[in-house]
């Protein structure tokens, strides 16, 4: 008899992401599942794969490693500065080192833990989900979820939501909703700057090449071809932020009125009296005073028994459409199961940002055979083959006959919708776990660590099952 549920987690850098996606994980009230650890180590650069002999030549670096190894640092100042720097010297940037201190950090004492090694490829984290399904490990399981570090579940039942969902619906496979969007084709077969631009690097023309190149092997099966062909390139782009929208808290109305990241609305008096505050508190940044808020909720609810549990209302809950708030029942069809929003997606060219999704394993049983019987896992020896697998996964269900389902109880962390700013930094992590577990935990960042100051008794196994490491 089959297992319920297997949690995939693809580990490979930034120690706070690894640490933000165990920490959600942990506090599921669904823990009956099997953890696989995939650490995907390495910096890359795959000096012996024969498929990047191409690739190696545009090299403009003595080496590639030393490059690479600068992406930690110059990327915690600014992403596009490492992405010019790497593109200036052929190199594909998203890649970047593998950090040994994760094996310390995901040492869980916890039963059913497996830890296996991948070695980091250009096929990145959907090289890995690759290469895992590959060795069969999912057989023995119902479900598979795979999330990549830095993906937080968005509430205590999210997993008991997915399984509820997915009996009641026949759901077999789901998507986070967090930045799902849709581009012509033509974008994403061009992933890198246009080969007419005048900017554009010998490493950029390289780059369009190879996902060319990915596209025709994955279309050697018929069906992913009529699926990649139903989508249109005359498509507008659009892009979703299907995050839990707690601006309809008080607390966050609060903070709105307070600090001037959020647009002043409300009637002119309103709008007046935010302008006060503001000019009372300018100094004020939103982490300090959502730390400050999260220590005294989880001192309320110790203490004095408070509630503050979130219930959804999807006719009054917004998402940021195209930069602008708007409301969810106006955009798609949702469903609830526990505190977490479902939808069907019917349209073709409808993808999710990155790579993290609900299998089940009759579908996963149908992936493999595709991919034996068409021999389509070379692609693992192509280079830029992550820049095609991020959103090829979305097009699996309409591949193999299944709907394309959404979510919200993923929340890969990357940017405010309200500001577009980067937040998948420790402070960044911090805030959102504090949000998702407003009361029950409290966490700060700390350097490139996270820590929990507080630990409701509910939860207070997570003493024994997370390393030191994550406490004061």
Known sequence: MKNRI??????????????????SLMLQDFQDFDLFLLFNEGDGTCNDKLGYAKYRELLKAETAESVIALSVDVERRSYAEYDQLARQKGINP?????????????????????????????????????????????????????FQEGTLLTSSASLTAALEAASTHNIDFLASAHMKGRIPKSL?????????????????????????ACMELLCRDPDLKRAFDAWGDKVAPTRQ????????TSRMRLLAAILE?????????????KKLLRILLPEMKRSQLEDWLSRASFLAREHLGISFDFRRDSKRECIFVDGKRTKISDVVSTVAH??????????????????????SSALLSDLEQRFESNGLYSILDMPFSGSLLELFWT????????????????????????????????????????????????????????????????????RLVLPEAYFP
């Open 6 to 23: 297997a949690v995939a987690i693809c580990l490979h850098h930034k120690p706070w992401l690894a640490m933000g996606s165990l920490i």
């Open 94 to 146: 998203k890649l970047s080192p593998f950090d040994q201190r994760l094996h310390e950090l995901c040492a869980l004492n916890r039963r059913n833990v497996q830890s296996l090694s991948f070695e980091n490829d250009q096929s990145l984290d959907s090289g890995v989900w690759l290469k895992f399904i590959r060795t069969g490990a999912w057989k023995d399981y119902d479900y598979l979820f795979t």
């Open 188 to 212: 994403y077969t061009q992933p890198g700057l246009p080969d007419t631009s005048p900017e554009a690097t010998d490493i950029d023309r390289f780059h369009n090449q190879s996902v060319a």
């Open 241 to 248: 932020y299907h995050i839990r929208d707690l601006e309809v």
């Open 261 to 273: 990241d959020r647009p002043l609305t409300g009637a002119r008096n309103t709008r007046r009296l």
């Open 338 to 359: 526990k505190d977490v929003l479902f939808h069907k997606s019917t349209e073709p060219g409808w993808h999710a940002a990155g790579c993290n999704h609900m299998f």
């Open 395 to 462: 097009y699996v269900p309409g591949w193999l006959g299944r709907d394309l389902w959404f979510w919200d109880g993923f929340h890969r962390v990357t940017k405010d919708p309200w500001t577009l700013q980067r937040e998948d930094s420790p402070e960044g992590l911090a805030l959102f776990l504090n949000r998702y577990y407003f009361g029950e935990i409290n966490v700060y960042p700390d350097d490139d660590f996270l820590k929990l100051r507080n630990v409701s008794s509910q939860y207070d196994y997570l």
